[in-house]
């Protein structure tokens, strides 16, 4: 039981994007079922947030909320209008279910395990491009070019303003912090439009131009009669798209940073590959780069004596789940490769909604950070890293290397 005691939560205060887990701890320990002034509900202990992510009567459909900010929605619906995404992330069953399969039969374990040799390719790539400069920034060279490029490799995109599109992705993943600006809203739901046009004239192009990829595969994807409508296959193809870069870009760069921080750990995962799947995993459970996922309340929910109404949206705190003493031990807060059971974080999330792309986030991640250890075996951090002061994906936007 809590050692009960009200705490503030506050993520815009200084210093929360450099470092949140002492925030996570207070909160697990006095508040772990709490209340924002945000009127949401946070959980941050591991066995609430499991259980949250688990429970088949919650929603992730925001147009289940009742309890809002009436100044806030209206805002929300000038910016966005009614064109409401009709991404699987935002739908209950059966929709959910049938968007789900659609999308799964064109991303099978087979099509990721035949993109290692590309991964490789455009990793040594990069890798080379800074042995020659004989300077790095690990997330403008690897971090982010990899994910964006084999994702767009992967869909069959035809060469675009990778920049325009990268700014319009920013723009759009900040919707998924728990608090936002109206300035930042209306900036997501414009570059959500220009996104939007540019993936419509993107799927007509491909319509005319079937090609070996997994635009082609979802513009055909059928199952006993069903399909995808065309708003639905863009919405999808949307968020591979936005889901395929900004989450891995985080985990490549600051697994990086967390690891030239520790240069045993990092001796360990350069001197052994077979400790590669591990390390990513327990990467994944440190930098948990996606920190929240949300679920609404369709019927009052009791959770540890506090009583959440329906219509409510519930944060689960999976960065604080994955540093949980309950569930990790005395030594959650230090990271070790070798820790036996670190593939049960909940950096995925848990449920019908786990990931699509774990596995091919997990190739990426193992490939492109055991390669830059080997590479540059003196490697370390040049200069004070710069936090992209994201709180849900949180992230470094510069990590300056020196490549010894
Ligand atoms: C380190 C990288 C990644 C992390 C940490 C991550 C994390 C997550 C999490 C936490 C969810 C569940 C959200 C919820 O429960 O509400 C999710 C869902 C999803 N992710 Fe990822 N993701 C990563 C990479 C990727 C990649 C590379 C792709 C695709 C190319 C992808 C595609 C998706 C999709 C389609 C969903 C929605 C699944 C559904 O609603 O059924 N993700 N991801």
Known sequence: M?????????????????DPWPHFAELRDHDPVHRSVMTNWFLFRHADVLALLRDPSLSVDDANVLVRDEERYQAAREAYGDERSTSMLGRDAPDHTRLRRLVSKAFTPSSIAALEPAIVDLVDGALDEMTERGSGEVVGDLAFPLPFDVISVMLGMPESDAEQVAAWSSAIVKTLDPIITEDEMRAAADASANLRGLLAEVIEWKRANPADDLLTALIS???????????????QVQ????????TT???IGTGIHELLARPDQAALVRDDPALGANAVDELLRFVSPVQFSRRITLRD????GHRIDAGMFVMAALASANHDPARWGPDAEELDVRRRDAGQHVAFGSGSHYCLG????????????????????????????????????RGLDRLEVDLG
């Open 301 to 304: 929910i009791e959770i540890d």
């Open 2 to 18: 809590a050692d009960a005691r009200p705490v503030v939560f506050n993520p815009l205060e200084e210093g929360y994007a450099e």
């Open 358 to 393: 774990a596995s091919l986030a997990k190739l990426e991640a193992r490939i492109a950070i055991g390669s830059f250890l080997r590479r540059f075996p003196a490697a370390g951090v040049a200069a004070e890293p710069v936090w992209n002061g994201r709180i849900n994906l």
């Open 221 to 235: 994807a059928h199952e006993d009669g069903d399909h995808l409508s065309p708003r639905e296959l863009r919405d």
């Open 239 to 246: 968020l591979l798209f936005v889901a395929g870069h900004e």
């Open 249 to 251: 870009v985080n985990l």
